[in-house]
T-cell receptor, first 115, second 109 residues
Framework: DTGVSQDPRHKITKRGQNVTFRCDPI?????LYWYRQTLGQGPEFLTY????????KSRLLSDRFSAERPKGSFSTLEIQRTEQGDSAMYLC?????????????FGSGTRLTVV | ELKVEQNPLFLSMQEGKNYTIYCNYS?????LYWYRQDPGKSLESLFV?????AVKQEGRLMASLDTKARLSTLHITAAVHDLSATYFC?????????FGTGTSLTVIP
């Protein structure tokens, strides 16, 4: 297993377009998280899945954002009608059952630039 | 909402010197994590601290946790240039991590 994979690594889009990011967690990890990081800040929580169930969503996750994790494997994060304020690094992380005992393993992130 | 504060935010130190980064948090938690981030890269796990009084060391870095004081420290011993990066602490609360704003460390030869 090569860790948490995210695709694409970089995405440039025009304002108003929709974008979708993919995350493949470590195979035995049942917990999956999405975070957003803007320049000079720490990551901020967006949402959390345990298996296929989305158990928690941040108020940062406006109705333009949607996340799925079908079959409890990979996850997608879609942003509709992108705005310049959506420009950020989107980080995916996963952890095994027992989560906090091991910390998270982060992927390399998807850097989104909205022009 | 839980708040996590780190200080200093920026740290410039000479090689060979020692320094400590502080992480204070605002609510009870006995799980704290330290991560390293290089520019443009993702986060690398450094330490997992799971109880009051926990101390972990790896190379020139040592982390400790005082849950009663809601304080964690990351101590750097005899800094080298390779340690230049941004360091984040994160507190596990509910089903998420709350991250500090980070400490940007530059080690000067």
């Amino acid at each position: 297993d090569t860790g948490v994979s995210q695709d694409p690594r970089h995405k440039i889009t025009k304002r108003g377009q929709n974008v979708t990011f993919r995350c493949d967690p470590i195979s035995e990890h049942n917990r999956l998280y999405w975070y957003r990081q803007t320049l000079g800040q720490g990551p901020e929580f967006l949402t959390y899945f345990q298996n296929e169930a989305q158990l928690e969503k941040s108020r940062l996750l406006s109705d333009r954002f949607s996340a799925e994790r079908p079959k409890g494997s990979f996850s997608t994060l879609e942003i509709q009608r992108t705005e310049q304020g959506d420009s950020a690094m989107y980080l995916c992380a996963s952890s095994p059952p027992g989560g906090g005992l091991y910390g998270y393993t982060f992927g390399s992130g998807t850097r989104l630039t909205v022009v | 909402e839980l708040k996590v504060e780190q200080n200093p935010l920026f740290l410039s130190m000479q090689e060979g010197k020692n320094y400590t980064i502080y992480c204070n948090y605002s609510t009870t938690s006995d799980r704290l994590y330290w991560y390293r981030q290089d520019p443009g890269k993702s986060l690398e796990s450094l330490f997992v601290l799971l109880s009051n009084g926990a101390v972990k060391q790896e190379g020139r870095l040592m982390a400790s946790l005082d849950t009663k004081a809601r304080l964690s420290t990351l101590h750097i011993t005899a800094a080298v240039h390779d340690l230049s990066a941004t360091y984040f602490c994160a507190v596990d609360y509910g089903n998420q991590f709350y991250f500090g704003t980070g400490t940007s460390l530059t080690v000067i030869p």
